[in-house]
């Protein structure tokens, strides 16, 4: 089986990228970023200081920039981001392009003196870093030399001209679900979302999603964290609930099954009610879960990364961290701008053709003020994974 990265478009100036990259091919869990728990403690992962710091022989440098060196998710997530660098680079067949490694250690200062050093010696594009507060000084530091950035935060606030965002965004989740549940007929929401940084973006994109489309939000309650500190936003959305014709449960495995049996104690018909999520119920533990069966989501469809995921373990024995996609498409990305773009390679034009381009995640472009925008499925949860309701798009709208 073969598939490809390709920029989507009929224009001729960039109709050759259709076929520019061909890469062969033969567990999900949350996207570890800014916006989600994520943490862990200790030294450098294994294998942190080994790392070669340049990948491949080409012309063109481009730099990566990773928490390679940082303890817990962050380092275990930067060393499969950077594995799966390797593999693009691999699986192009030695495009013109070298990857110059650099290590931020999950601190700004970290990220500023990597983006330095990268310029210095001549990167053309910077891929990376991870987190809201080192995209941003990196960002600083690159747009002082016309230098483009491709980030990987999962928070939009640090998304600007020429910073763009290649991560899974709370905003593409939520609008792919409201607008699919709004042309299934629901017209009334209940949402119950958790108190923290993920749940004030899901908020705000829930209320001008749902608006957009003439619905409306009966109930909305944040909860936090302490589970025995949750039952008064339950009570409230389960009196709420009544007028609603689907509720949003927009949180992790652990936290809808701790929501979902307060939920049906409060008096709330889960029967009757719609229960919708985001990109976090792709995940085993939700699966598994007798009262989230029948849920919908928006993600984006499983099956490239289980291919992905097989070849990964092929080359380093263990399985990819489910960021590893987006560095992945990102290298895939730059060889194929570099083989078929000359010297506007890399110019805002080219990052942000509006037809967009194909990775392992599916279809996904670059907006002019650096956020993006993906082609999602609608899954339904059952137990054997989820199962597509309703297929990502095959290309972006013009009213999209």
């Given at each position: 089986?073969?598939?490809?990265?390709?920029?989507?478009?009929?224009?001729?100036?960039?109709?050759?990228?259709?076929?520019?990259?061909?890469?062969?091919?033969?567990?999900?869990?949350?996207?570890?970023?800014?916006?989600?728990?994520?943490?862990?403690?200790?030294?450098?992962?294994?294998g942190a200081q080994q790392q070669p710091t340049a990948i491949g022989n080409g012309q063109v440098k481009v730099a990566l920039i990773l928490p390679l060196s940082a303890g817990g998710?962050?380092?275990?997530?930067?060393?499969?981001?950077?594995?799966?660098?390797?593999?693009?680079?691999?699986?192009?067949?030695?495009?013109?392009?070298?990857?110059?490694?650099?290590?931020?250690?999950?601190?700004?200062?970290?990220?500023?003196?990597?983006?330095?050093?990268?310029?210095?010696?001549?990167?053309?594009?910077?891929?990376?870093?991870?987190?809201?507060?080192?995209?941003?000084?990196?960002?600083?530091?690159?747009?002082?030399?016309?230098?483009?950035?491709?980030?990987?935060?999962?928070?939009?606030?640090?998304?600007?001209?020429?910073?763009?965002?290649?991560?899974?965004?709370?905003?593409?989740?939520?609008?792919?679900?409201?607008?699919?549940?709004?042309?299934?007929?629901?017209?009334?929401?209940?949402?119950?979302?958790?108190?923290?940084?993920?749940?004030?973006?899901?908020?705000?994109?829930?209320?001008?999603?749902?608006?957009?489309?003439?619905?409306?939000?009966?109930?909305?309650?944040?909860?936090?964290?302490?589970?025995?500190?949750?039952?008064?936003?339950?009570?409230?959305?389960?009196?709420?609930?009544?007028?609603?014709?689907?509720?949003?449960?927009?949180?992790?495995?652990?936290?809808?099954?701790?929501?979902?049996?307060?939920?049906?104690?409060?008096?709330?018909?889960?029967?009757?009610?719609?229960?919708?999520?985001?990109?976090?119920?792709?995940?085993?533990?939700?699966?598994?879960?007798?009262?989230?069966?029948?849920?919908?989501?928006?993600?984006?469809?499983?099956?490239?990364?289980?291919?992905?995921?097989?070849?990964?373990?092929?080359?380093?024995?263990?399985?990819?961290?489910?960021?590893?996609?987006?560095?992945?498409?990102?290298?895939?990305?730059?060889?194929?701008?570099?083989?078929?773009?000359?010297?506007?390679?890399?110019?805002?034009?080219?990052?942000?053709?509006?037809?967009?381009?194909?990775?392992?995640?599916?279809?996904?472009?670059?907006?002019?003020?650096?956020?993006?925008?993906?082609?999602?499925?609608?899954?339904?949860?059952?137990?054997?994974?989820?199962?597509?309701v309703s297929p990502a798009p095959k290309s972006f709208g013009s009213g999209t």
């Amino acid at each position: 089986m073969r598939t490809a990265l390709r920029a989507r478009t009929s224009g001729p100036w960039l109709a050759s990228l259709f076929a520019a990259v061909v890469l062969s091919a033969c567990s999900s869990g949350s996207n570890l970023g800014d916006l989600l728990p994520g943490g862990g403690s200790g030294g450098p992962p294994p294998g942190a200081q080994q790392q070669p710091t340049a990948i491949g022989n080409g012309q063109v440098k481009v730099a990566l920039i990773l928490p390679l060196s940082a303890g817990g998710n962050a380092g275990v997530a930067a060393i499969s981001m950077r594995n799966a660098s390797e593999m693009a680079i691999a699986e192009f067949n030695s495009p013109n392009i070298q990857l110059l490694v650099k290590d931020d250690a999950g601190t700004a200062q970290g990220a500023q003196t990597a983006a330095q050093q990268a310029l210095d010696e001549g990167a053309e594009i910077i891929l990376g870093p991870l987190f809201a507060h080192t995209v941003g000084v990196v960002g600083q530091t690159a747009r002082a030399r016309n230098i483009p950035v491709i980030a990987f935060s999962t928070d939009a606030n640090v998304a600007a001209r020429g910073v763009y965002l290649l991560s899974f965004l709370p905003e593409s989740d939520v609008d792919r679900i409201v607008q699919y549940a709004t042309s299934t007929g629901k017209r009334s929401f209940a949402a119950l979302i958790p108190d923290n940084a993920y749940g004030s973006v899901v908020e705000a994109a829930l209320n001008q999603s749902i608006a957009r489309r003439g619905a409306r939000v009966v109930t909305l309650q944040r909860y936090p964290a302490d589970r025995a500190a949750q039952a008064n936003a339950v009570r409230a959305v389960a009196q709420g609930a009544r007028g609603a014709d689907a509720i949003i449960l927009p949180d992790g495995a652990e936290g809808v099954r701790n929501i979902m049996p307060q939920l049906t104690a409060a008096g709330v018909d889960l029967k009757r009610l719609q229960i919708l999520g985001t990109g976090l119920w792709d995940d085993p533990q939700i699966f598994s879960d007798p009262s989230v069966q029948g849920g919908f989501y928006a993600a984006p469809d499983s099956a490239g990364f289980r291919n992905f995921t097989g070849r990964y373990r092929g080359k380093y024995g263990q399985d990819p961290v489910r960021t590893a996609t987006l560095a992945y498409d990102a290298v895939a990305l730059i060889a194929a701008l570099v083989k078929t773009q000359g010297p506007q390679r890399f110019s805002e034009e080219t990052l942000t053709n509006a037809s967009g381009f194909t990775g392992i995640d599916g279809l996904f472009r670059f907006r002019p003020d650096g956020s993006n925008q993906r082609g999602l499925s609608v899954l339904r949860v059952t137990t054997t994974g989820g199962q597509i309701v309703s297929p990502a798009p095959k290309s972006f709208g013009s009213g999209t």
